[in-house]
């Protein structure tokens, strides 16, 4: 299948992305592939077209016991969060909603264990082979798993994640830097990598349409990492590095979800082989951009807004940020923050991307593979 030299046809508005998280639907244009092969490119580094993050269709199956517990099912049969009492993750760890947030968290003040070691002891294995990954199946594949989206599995609960969960933060934390209790983390973070590898190997055999993963581990707060990148390089990106490892084996990208002000941890994100990183709006994505946009996937803010301004200014502010974003073998994807997509900015944001991106290949058509 060849693209095409771009085509004002492709300007008209054949649909909108669904809404998500509160953040407003995208202009769906008439594109020349399906947006699955265009998302595709960008991970390539040979992008078709500027993709926003929005553009990946996002599931959590309830397949995953965290999905119930944590109140994120997406998927064929949603599940609505539980208000009224506690909800077990795939270890036992007791989840409970809370409606002010819009999500779960594990009651602090009662830690599962009170250190690594003592996590060792008392930690039951859960085993993903009795979950119904057949009927998972059966529920989603052709109905919310569509053939020409972009599929993404989001998963919750990294390495730290699950270690807070299970220690309390303050635990977990001291657990990392402990030397007493680093061997204990190691032994742990090395069982859990194997679990969560065999449970990506089942989500990977079970839905057909899947093409990457969006794995959560938070790191840091509003103003700073919660460990320093040494740590980090030692207790943690070697698990990490396993998952990116085996993902890729599958054809599978690999990307990090982790909140926090976590410009530092860059350079291991890239060591343990994610493909990409959507900071928050803390984070300066654009220096993250400019610093490492070319050995990870950034996904940039723009950093303006529509207010106030004229559509001429909204295309020009369109046509920068392409300029800037979209380097040759450097390309970026669009931050989740929206504030800018005015219709005017969306329209001149894809054709302009599209027409450079093939300027940038050298060539009149490019070739989906």
């Known amino acids: 299948m060849r693209i095409p030299k771009f085509s004002e046809k492709e300007l008209e508005v054949v649909g909108e992305?669904?809404?998500?998280?509160?953040?407003?639907?995208?202009?769906?244009?008439?594109?020349?592939?399906?947006?699955?092969?265009?998302?595709?490119a960008t991970f390539r580094r040979d992008p078709y077209w500027l993709i926003f993050g929005i553009n990946?269709?996002?599931?959590?199956?309830?397949?995953?016991?965290?999905n119930i517990a944590r109140a994120f099912v997406f998927e064929a049969n949603p599940v609505p969060p539980v208000t009224d009492g506690l909800v077990p993750d795939m270890f036992g760890i007791e989840w409970e909603y809370v409606p002010a947030v819009g999500g779960s968290m594990v009651r602090p003040g009662k830690p599962f264990a009170e250190d690594a070691w003592e996590l060792l002891e008392k930690v039951q294995w859960p085993n993903p082979d009795e979950?119904?990954?057949?009927?998972?199946?059966?529920?989603?594949?052709?109905?919310?798993?569509?053939?020409?989206?972009?599929?993404?599995?989001?998963?919750?609960?990294?390495?730290?994640?699950?270690?807070?969960?299970?220690?309390?933060?303050e635990n977990a934390l001291m657990a990392l830097y402990d030397e007493d209790q680093k061997e204990a983390v190691h032994k742990f973070f090395d069982r859990l990598t194997d679990l969560y590898i065999t449970i990506f190997g089942r989500m990977i055999d079970a839905y057909p349409d899947i093409d990457g993963f969006s794995i959560h581990d938070d790191w840091?707060?509003?103003?700073?990492?919660?460990?320093?990148?040494?740590?980090?390089?030692?207790m943690i990106v070697p698990y990490m590095r396993r998952v990116t490892d085996f993902l890729h084996s599958r054809g599978k990208t690999a990307e990090l979800h982790s909140c926090g002000q976590n410009?530092?941890?860059?350079?291991?994100?890239?060591?343990?082989?994610?493909?990409?990183?959507?900071?928050?709006?803390?984070?300066?994505?654009?220096?993250?951009?400019?610093?490492?946009?070319?050995?990870?996937?950034?996904?940039?803010?723009p950093g303006i807004s529509a207010e106030g301004k004229t559509e001429d200014e909204m295309r020009k502010a369109a046509r920068d940020f392409v300029d800037r974003f979209m380097q040759p073998g450097k390309p970026c994807?669009?931050?989740?923050?929206?504030?800018?997509?005015?219709?005017?900015?969306?329209?001149?944001?894809?054709?302009?991307?599209?027409?450079?991106?093939?300027?940038?290949?050298?060539?009149?058509?490019?070739?989906?593979?």
């Open 17 to 40: 992305t669904p809404p998500l998280f509160g953040m407003p639907g995208l202009p769906f244009f008439n594109y020349p592939c399906s947006m699955k092969e265009a998302v595709k």
């Open 56 to 66: 990946m269709r996002m599931m959590t199956p309830a397949v995953i016991p965290d």
């Open 131 to 169: 979950w119904d990954w057949k009927g998972s199946a059966k529920a989603n594949n052709g109905t919310y798993l569509k053939s020409d989206a972009y599929n993404i599995i989001s998963f919750l609960n990294g390495w730290f994640e699950r270690l807070i969960s299970m220690l309390d933060f």
């Open 220 to 234: 840091g707060s509003q103003k700073e990492t919660f460990f320093s990148p040494e740590l980090c390089a030692e």
């Open 263 to 301: 410009i530092k941890q860059v350079p291991n994100m890239i060591a343990a082989g994610w493909d990409a990183w959507f900071p928050q709006n803390i984070v300066d994505s654009q220096l993250v951009y400019e610093m490492y946009g070319d050995k990870i996937l950034v996904g940039v803010d």
């Open 333 to 369: 994807f669009y931050h989740y923050n929206l504030s800018a997509c005015t219709p005017a900015f969306c329209e001149e944001l894809y054709s302009y991307s599209r027409k450079k991106c093939c300027d940038m290949a050298h060539r009149p058509s490019a070739m989906v593979t």
